[in-house]
């Protein structure tokens, strides 16, 4: 579920040895559409350690180039660098494991007995895949690659445990900016330094 589109899916395999080169991992990338298409990455540091946001600013700065020379998207597009946030997209094998006994959303990509939309508490992961506990007290037990979207949800729990283990992301009242956003285009540009913007 990191990437769902062909295009995404080239789009990673240039991005992630970047991010693995700057100890970063690719939660989530995403082309969203419009008039001027963005190009969105979530990225962690490896393992899930606390993610800062300069971490995001040096992977926006090193993928510049790269996305430049590569051209993954024909247009002028804006890219987005963000950390996934604490209501955070579960899109790896092994992503379910590090939330046990939290609450997930999940979207499966073919509906089980006519349903995709579940909701409920992570109990496990293992071969078999995410062991959920339905709201309604039933099970559902689906691999990563069988889901279109799953994210935990924002609750008191999730945010304690999140301040605890370190991971909270940057705060907008301490850092003043959660993500940054690279407009590319082919005209000469310069880098603020302070955002990490290019104008």
Same mark, same amino acid.
């Given at each position: 579920?990191?990437?769902l589109?062909?295009?995404?899916?080239?789009?990673?395999?240039?991005?992630?040895?970047v #991010?693995?080169?700057?100890?970063? %991992?690719?939660?989530?990338?995403?082309?969203?559409?419009g008039?001027?298409?963005?190009?969105?990455?979530?990225?962690?540091?490896?393992?899930g350690? +606390?993610?800062?946001?300069e971490?995001?600013?040096?992977?926006?700065?090193a993928?510049?180039?790269?996305?430049? %020379?590569?051209? +993954?998207?024909?247009?002028?597009?804006?890219?987005?660098?963000?950390?996934?946030?604490?209501?955070? +997209?579960?899109?790896?094998?092994?992503?379910?494991?590090?939330?046990?006994?939290?609450?997930?959303?999940?979207?499966?990509?073919?509906p089980?007995?006519?349903?995709?939309r579940?909701?409920?508490?992570?109990?496990?992961?293992?071969?078999?895949?995410?062991?959920? %506990?339905?709201?309604?007290?039933?099970?559902?037990?689906?691999?990563?690659?069988?889901?279109?979207?799953?994210?935990?949800?924002?609750?008191? #729990?999730?945010?304690? #445990?999140?301040?605890?283990?370190?991971?909270l992301p940057?705060?907008?009242?301490?850092?003043?900016? %959660?993500?940054?956003?690279?407009?590319?285009?082919?005209?000469?540009?310069?880098?603020?330094?302070?955002?990490g913007?290019v104008?």
């Amino acid at each position: 579920m990191i990437a769902l589109t062909e295009q995404e899916r080239r789009i990673l395999e240039i991005a992630a040895p970047v #991010a693995e080169r700057l100890g970063l %991992e690719i939660v989530r990338l995403r082309v969203m559409g419009g008039r001027r298409p963005g190009l969105q990455i979530m990225t962690e540091r490896a393992g899930g350690a +606390p993610t800062s946001v300069e971490d995001c600013a040096k992977l926006s700065r090193a993928l510049s180039p790269v996305f430049e %020379e590569a051209d +993954p998207i024909k247009e002028a597009y804006v890219l987005e660098v963000s950390t996934p946030g604490i209501d955070r +997209p579960l899109t790896r094998p092994g992503d379910f494991g590090r939330w046990v006994g939290h609450e997930v959303r999940i979207e499966l990509a073919r509906p089980l007995d006519g349903r995709r939309r579940f909701t409920g508490t992570i109990t496990g992961e293992d071969e078999d895949g995410a062991h959920i %506990e339905l709201d309604d007290e039933t099970k559902l037990v689906a691999h990563v690659n069988e889901m279109s979207r799953a994210s935990l949800v924002l609750t008191d #729990a999730l945010i304690e #445990a999140a301040r605890a283990d370190g991971s909270l992301p940057p705060q907008m009242d301490e850092d003043g900016l %959660e993500e940054f956003e690279i407009d590319e285009t082919e005209d000469d540009t310069d880098t603020n330094e302070k955002t990490g913007d290019v104008t």
